[in-house]
């Protein structure tokens, strides 16, 4: 500051400034008051104040602040290319190491040495023709799904390419043995058990859901025909590999989606007593995990018991950390809110609160959803407008989240004419709603929902309008 002298010091960093004494001079009240003047008195040498760095640089904060953000984005972009050419590098010696195995015929094993020469060729030029789930293995052959399916064993094994390849043998090997590649022409079917399994649409990302329910197998007749015998359980076992082999079918490994979400509804299930049938899940479970490797998306569990979960922890030492990732688990009041998750509500079957109706005749997935929030412990409604007469209006709708009150009623136009009440006052919990009425002039339906819970309501409808031409009876 021009015209005066500040002497400065600086102690561990820190600069010392001498503060100048203010003038001080009476007010109008007679009371003495600083003044704010540019000259002071530096007589009194302890008279001094600290400042850091950073409080004479204001800015340092925040350019600090800047130049970590760019270290830490940079660290992060290195780490991932690292990651990337890690990757990469492990592909291509999985690749090396297969394609070698192929050429050499020992991807199957060591071949027999009291084999022919002619013999042993012929086998080489067989298994140059080798498969997995539809795919051609020899890498030189340029399929473009190769990549994708070896990819699938290196992540199983965390990219370590010697653990991949010799889990990728011992899964040949094994559907050498099972005759997987014959399963799907072999007809295993036990009368009673077409509902419980079936693969049903797709998630918002196009994977194929398949869906397995355990509520038939209550049915101790069922469970007996089932289970009853070493050879039955057998049978019913190879029955779920033809299953996953079906759902394998829906995918593409040439850069589409290639895997699926599996969706097990333990509701009514039998309980831990019934010891095959948890016998037989475990086999199935581990079987995915060491012979298809990263086909199961996601496996969400639903209305499961609590024996389950008990069950499930037990389970779980003898699973990966991947496969264990890929579980989902929701409680009977959640599983419509957690399937939406990943499950447009035009996709998802009614009985788990969505929209699905098998050979629905009214509405198609192209149909599309809107969606209500009705706010806590409030009222609110959907508006349908019905725009003539002569129209047969179709609705359905779902409510995420139970109880709550809802009425159906009409509001014609004409002010003459009635009100129709379509639907009296009912209380929904959990099911999903169509309703279908005609109506002979112009007006509005009204849906009204009330909400008298602590938490928010999510109302998910679609409707349509139909011409229909009413038919009449004359009584002769």
């Not at 050498?176 to 998630?203: A, H, M, Q, W, Y």
Request: glycine share 6%; proline share 5%.
């Amino acid at each position: 500051m021009p015209g005066i002298s500040i002497t400065s010091i600086f102690d561990n960093g820190r600069r010392m400034i001498r503060r100048p004494k203010m003038k001080k001079e009476a007010n109008y009240h007679g009371r003495e008051q600083e003044l704010d003047s540019p000259l002071g008195n530096y007589d009194q040498p302890n008279d001094y104040i600290l400042e850091s760095p950073r409080e004479l640089c204001p800015d340092s904060d925040e350019e600090d602040a800047e130049r970590r953000a760019i270290e830490d984005d940079e660290e992060t972009k290195a780490a991932s290319a690292a990651m990337k050419k890690k990757k990469r590098k492990a592909l291509m010696e999985f690749r090396c190491r297969v394609e070698d195995a192929i050429m050499g015929n020992y991807i199957l094993g060591k071949p027999s040495r009291r084999i022919s020469r002619n013999e042993s060729l012929r086998q080489k030029e067989q298994l140059k023709e080798i498969t997995l789930w539809g795919v051609p293995l020899l890498p030189s052959k340029g399929h473009q799904g190769t990549d994708v399916v070896l990819l699938k064993f290196l992540k199983a094994r965390d990219y370590k390419t010697s653990d991949a390849f010799e889990m990728l043998k011992r899964t040949l090997k094994w559907r050498k043995e099972f005759r997987t590649d014959e399963i799907l022409e072999e007809d295993l079917g036990v009368p009673g058990l077409e509902d419980v399994v079936c693969i049903n649409s797709r998630d918002k990302d196009g994977h194929p859901l398949c869906y397995t329910s355990y509520g038939p197998f209550k049915d101790k007749d069922l469970y007996k025909k089932t289970f009853g015998s070493e050879a039955r359980r057998q049978q019913f076992f190879r029955w779920r590999v033809q299953f996953i082999e079906k759902g394998i079918k829906k995918l593409n490994f040439k850069r589409g989606v290639d895997s699926m979400v599996q969706i097990t509804d333990l509701k009514d299930s039998p309980g831990p007593d019934f010891k095959e049938l948890r016998s037989l899940s475990s086999k199935t479970l581990l079987l995915l995990q060491d012979n298809y490797p990263e086909l199961i998306q996601k496996n969400i569990v639903i209305n499961a018991p609590l024996w389950y979960y008990v069950s499930h922890v037990l389970r779980s030492r003898f699973l990966s950390n991947r496969t264990k990732k890929t579980f989902i688990f929701a409680r009977p009041q959640k599983v419509t809110k957690t399937l939406l998750k990943f499950i447009e509500p035009e996709e998802l079957p009614v009985q788990y609160g969505g929209l699905k109706r098998e050979q629905d005749d009214e509405f198609t997935p192209e149909d599309k959803v809107s969606e209500l929030i009705v706010k806590a412990n409030t009222i609110n409604y959907i508006e349908i407008p019905v725009v003539e007469g002569g129209l047969t209006m179709v609705w359905d709708l779902t409510v995420v989240g139970w109880d709550v009150l809802y009425k159906e009623e009409f509001l014609p136009d004409d002010e003459g004419s009635y009100n129709i009440l379509i639907q009296d006052k009912k209380r929904l919990q959990g099911e999903s709603v169509r309703n279908s009425f005609y109506f002979s002039e112009p007006g509005k339906i009204f849906v009204t929902f009330e909400n008298w819970n602590f938490k928010n309501r999510r109302v998910l409808y679609r409707y349509k309008a139909k011409p229909t031409i009413p038919i009449y009876r004359t009584n002769r």
